[in-house]
């Protein structure tokens, strides 16, 4: 015959003093019940105010994300806007540039060449027309026909 407390498992019998029974904690809570259930309530109150509190952390992270969130749009928005004003900047800044460099390109193409030339040319024939001058200066020294001078009318102006 079995004891009780002694099942088919194959496990070796059990001592009765470590068996529990559904019956021993019923007559507790029958013995004292107001007690059980203050406990009860007092472990529910702990749990939901730790639940409250994580809850609450809860919403305060979720509202700062949403407030740095908020920022970071702001901050793009202002970003965007910032970038489409240098943009505007930059087209504006080249089309200057480009203005700047077609003047001076029309001012060197206007430096007029053709006057430039027309100066060179006019200042190479001042150059021809002095050096022909020197040229004949020279030449025609030798070929006048001077009278001659003999010493002795040197001689008697002195005198």
Do not use: W
Not at 56 to 64: F, L, N, T
Not at 111 to 130: G, K, M, V, Y
């Amino acid at each position: 015959m079995r004891a009780p407390g002694e099942g088919t498992s194959g496990v070796g019998p059990t001592p009765l003093s470590l068996l529990t029974f559904s019956y021993d904690e019923e007559t507790s809570i029958l013995e004292d019940p107001e007690r059980l259930a203050s406990e009860e309530i007092g472990k529910h109150l702990l749990t939901i105010q730790q639940l409250r509190a994580e809850a609450d952390s809860a919403r305060e992270r979720d509202e700062q994300h949403s407030k740095e969130i908020r920022e970071l749009k702001e901050r793009l928005t202002l970003s965007e806007g910032d970038k489409v004003a240098l943009r505007g900047d930059l087209d504006l800044m080249r089309e200057k540039s480009k203005r700047e460099v077609e003047s001076r390109n029309a001012v060197i193409r206007g430096f007029d060449i053709d006057e430039e030339l027309a100066c060179l040319r006019s200042q190479e024939n001042s150059c021809d027309i002095d050096y022909a001058l020197a040229a004949v200066s020279d030449t025609s020294l030798g070929r006048i026909d001077l009278p001659a001078i003999s010493e002795e009318s040197i001689n008697q102006d002195s005198e």
